[in-house]
């Protein structure tokens, strides 16, 4: 079975300091995953996705995730935060499978 | 423009009645996902339909009823069966396929019960 784990329900950052939000996953198969990203009472945006191709995956509005098979890892990176990177960001896993399988979210907080 | 129509964004419903969430999509998608968040819990999958007149359950299907007559439309309808309904309900879409490609969604609807 598939699941995936979003390491801090809650992360908060300067503006300007490094984003990090932690996604492991499990899988018995090469995994798909995906980051998207859901400001409030909105719908979710796809913010990058890893098909086996690169393991470094760039995104939208400066984010990128590195694919690390050795730790089961997707984490979610931006070097500098801005004010309007406040949202829930989920991760997202699908292998072999036809459906998508979310991690619970964390809640990004930008602190000017 | 292409996309996800979700109707109404707001709803609210008493104890005992039963109502229908509306999907629509003009992306010629055969993949159709209905999914419920509820705070500090992310995303469920409720039903999930790959192509017309066919559909399965997710996770948390019970109390849900859904239906796949038109490829453009997946409508969800939250029954009386359904003891704890206050959520917001999202609706997905994607080419489809054994391997998930990527999902677009709607804009969501809060249902509240009163």
């Known amino acids: 079975a598939q699941s995936v784990t979003q390491l801090g329900s809650h992360v908060s950052v300067s503006e300007g300091a490094l984003v990090l939000l932690r996604c492991n996953y499990s899988?018995?198969?090469?995994?798909?995953l995906f980051w998207y990203v859901q400001y409030p009472n909105q719908g979710l945006q796809l913010l990058l996705k890893?098909?086996?191709?690169?393991?470094l995956v760039k995104g939208i509005n400066g984010f990128e995730a590195e694919f690390k098979k050795s730790e089961t890892s997707f984490h979610l990176t931006k070097p500098s935060a801005h004010m309007s990177d406040a949202a829930e960001y989920f991760c997202?896993?699908?292998?072999?499978?036809?459906?998508?399988?979310f991690g619970t979210g964390t809640r990004l907080q930008v602190f000017p | 423009d292409g996309g996800i129509t979700q109707s109404p964004k707001y709803l609210f419903r008493k104890e005992g009645q039963n109502v229908t969430l509306s999907c629509e999509q003009n992306l010629n998608h055969d993949a159709m996902y209905w999914y419920r968040q509820d705070p500090g819990q992310g995303l469920r999958l409720i039903y999930y339909s790959q192509i017309v007149n066919d559909f399965q359950k997710g996770d948390i299907a019970e109390g849900y009823s859904v239906s796949r007559e038109k490829k453009e439309s997946f409508p969800l309808t939250v029954t009386s069966a359904q003891k704890n309904p206050t959520a917001f309900y999202l609706c997905?879409?994607?080419?489809?396929?054994?391997?998930?490609?990527?999902?677009?969604f709607g804009q969501g609807t809060r249902l509240t019960v009163v």
């Open positions: 997202a896993v699908s292998a072999n499978t036809d459906k998508l399988i």
């Open positions: 997905a879409s994607s080419i489809g396929g054994v391997v998930h490609t990527e999902a677009f």
């Open positions: 890893y098909t086996s191709a690169a393991t």
């Open positions: 899988s018995s198969v090469p995994p798909y």
